[in-house]
């Protein structure tokens, strides 16, 4: 199952939004607080309790200086997926950016998690967005 998040410009220059998006724990910043609970994060790993009752963990694995992070599910993740996110420099002043998902998920699975998890990485591209707008 893959899963594009919208592709969002934010007011900021890559470099700045590649080093706020590196540290997981700013994670937290960009996620639907009211639909989150457990946090726990370091500065390579998160993870969080999602409505419903299962743990979602993330571990960074890899940077591609300033354009890509890429994740991993932790060892708590229900089911293996990676996550990668894509920045792209516009101009000096602007980023553009959005997230990929890739989970190894079966048909019953993929059926109801699919819209959640389009929300949630909609959601946290318009959080950075929004972050970072003047």
């Given at each position: 199952m893959v899963i594009e998040s919208k592709h969002v410009?934010?007011?900021?220059?890559?470099?700045?939004?590649?080093d706020f998006l590196k540290d997981?724990?700013?994670i937290l910043e960009l996620m639907p607080q009211d639909k989150i609970s457990d946090w726990k994060s370091?500065?390579?790993?998160?993870?969080?309790?999602?409505?419903?009752?299962?743990i979602i963990s993330f571990v960074?694995?890899?940077?591609?200086?300033?354009?890509?992070?890429?994740?991993k599910s932790?060892?708590?993740?229900?089911?293996?997926?990676?996550?990668t996110i894509n920045l792209e420099e516009k101009d000096g002043h602007h980023t553009k950016g959005y997230l990929r998902f890739e989970g190894e998920v079966n048909m019953f699975l993929k059926m109801m998690i699919q819209n959640?998890?389009?929300?949630?990485?909609?959601?946290?591209?318009?959080?950075?967005?929004?972050?970072?707008?003047?």
């Open positions: 410009t934010v007011h900021q220059s890559i470099r700045e939004v590649f997981t724990n700013n370091d500065e390579t790993s998160c993870s969080f309790k999602v409505q419903g009752g299962f960074q694995v890899e940077t591609t200086n300033p354009t890509r992070i890429f994740l932790g060892e708590k993740a229900p089911f293996p997926f990676t996550l959640p998890l389009d929300n949630l990485f909609n959601f946290m591209s318009e959080k950075l967005r929004e972050r970072y707008a003047r």
